[in-house]
C-alpha cells in the first residue's frame, strides 16, 4: 500500500470512529430526553407510595423504555405497562368509582397505579432479607410463579430466590431491572438525575 491509500483509509477510519462517537452521544441525549419527561409523575407517585423513585425509573425502563403509549402482549398500558386487575386494585383503594383501564395511557395515572402496586408487592415480601427481587419477579410473571420459586433457602434468601425463578425472561427481567436501578441511584449520588 502507497503513502496515499494509507492516508486515505487512516482518514475513513477516523471518520467512522467520529461517526460512531457521534452517534453514540446523540443515542444517550435522546434516551436521556425520554427518561426527564415523565420525572415529575414518577416523584409524585413514589413519595405518595413511598418508592423509591430510581427504582420506579428503572421498571418504567424496562417496561415501556418511557413510551406512554406502549401496549404489550397480555393487555398490559402505558409507562409501567399496567394490566386491567392491577389498575383497578389500585381505583378501588384510591375510591376512584368511573375507572377505566385505557386512562392508564395518562402518564400520571400510570405512575400512580404502577407505584402503587409495586409498593404493595415491596411489602408482601417484607420477610426477605432482599424484597426487591421477589417483588420484581411478582411483577413480571405473578404472585403464583414467585410462590413456586421461593421454597428452600429461596423463601427468604434473594439470592437463591434469584436462581430458583423458572423464566429466564422474568430472571432477565429482574436482573435488568436491578441492574438500571443500581445505575440511577450512583446516577442520583453524583448529581446527574
Same mark, same amino acid.
Given at each position: 500500500?502507497?503513502?496515499? $491509500?494509507?492516508?486515505?483509509? +487512516?482518514?475513513?477510519?477516523?471518520?467512522?470512529?467520529?461517526?460512531?462517537?457521534?452517534?453514540?452521544?446523540?443515542?444517550?441525549? +435522546?434516551?436521556?430526553?425520554?427518561?426527564?419527561?415523565?420525572?415529575?409523575?414518577?416523584?409524585?407517585?413514589?413519595? +405518595?407510595?413511598?418508592?423509591?423513585?430510581?427504582?420506579?425509573?428503572?421498571?418504567?425502563?424496562?417496561? %415501556?423504555?418511557?413510551?406512554?403509549? +406502549?401496549?404489550?402482549?397480555?393487555?398490559?398500558?402505558?409507562?409501567?405497562?399496567?394490566?386491567?386487575?392491577?389498575?383497578?386494585?389500585?381505583?378501588?383503594?384510591?375510591?376512584?368509582?368511573?375507572?377505566?383501564? $385505557?386512562?392508564?395511557?395518562?402518564?400520571?395515572?400510570?405512575?400512580?397505579?404502577?407505584?402503587?402496586?409495586?409498593?404493595?408487592?415491596?411489602?408482601?415480601?417484607?420477610?426477605?432479607? #432482599?424484597?426487591?427481587?421477589?417483588?420484581?419477579?411478582?411483577?413480571?410473571?405473578?404472585?403464583? #410463579?414467585?410462590?413456586?420459586? #421461593?421454597?428452600?433457602?429461596?423463601?427468604?434468601?434473594? %439470592?437463591?430466590?434469584?436462581?430458583?425463578?423458572?423464566?429466564?425472561?422474568?430472571? %432477565?427481567?429482574?436482573?435488568?431491572?436491578?441492574?438500571?436501578?443500581?445505575?440511577?441511584?450512583?446516577?442520583?449520588?453524583?448529581?446527574? #438525575?
Amino acid at each position: 500500500m502507497n503513502y496515499n $491509500e494509507a492516508v486515505k483509509w +487512516r482518514r475513513i477510519i477516523l471518520f467512522l470512529i467520529l461517526f460512531l462517537v457521534a452517534g453514540t452521544a446523540g443515542y444517550w441525549w +435522546r434516551e436521556e430526553q425520554l427518561e426527564q419527561r415523565f420525572i415529575p409523575q414518577i416523584r409524585v407517585a413514589a413519595q +405518595r407510595y413511598g418508592v423509591d423513585p430510581m427504582l420506579v425509573k428503572a421498571v418504567v425502563w424496562r417496561e %415501556s423504555r418511557f413510551q406512554p403509549n +406502549r401496549r404489550g402482549h397480555a393487555r398490559e398500558i402505558g409507562l409501567m405497562q399496567i394490566q386491567e386487575t392491577a389498575a383497578q386494585e389500585w381505583a378501588d383503594a384510591e375510591h376512584l368509582p368511573a375507572f377505566a383501564h $385505557e386512562l392508564c395511557f395518562d402518564p400520571a395515572t400510570n405512575a400512580l397505579a404502577g407505584t402503587f402496586y409495586l409498593s404493595k408487592l415491596l411489602k408482601r415480601y417484607a420477610q426477605t432479607d #432482599n424484597p426487591l427481587p421477589y417483588a420484581l419477579a411478582d411483577y413480571n410473571a405473578g404472585r403464583g #410463579n414467585v410462590v413456586k420459586w #421461593n421454597t428452600g433457602a429461596a423463601a427468604t434468601n434473594s %439470592s437463591a430466590f434469584i436462581e430458583q425463578i423458572g423464566f429466564p425472561g422474568t430472571k %432477565s427481567y429482574v436482573k435488568s431491572v436491578m441492574r438500571r436501578y443500581a445505575l440511577y441511584r450512583w446516577l442520583a449520588r453524583v448529581g446527574w #438525575n
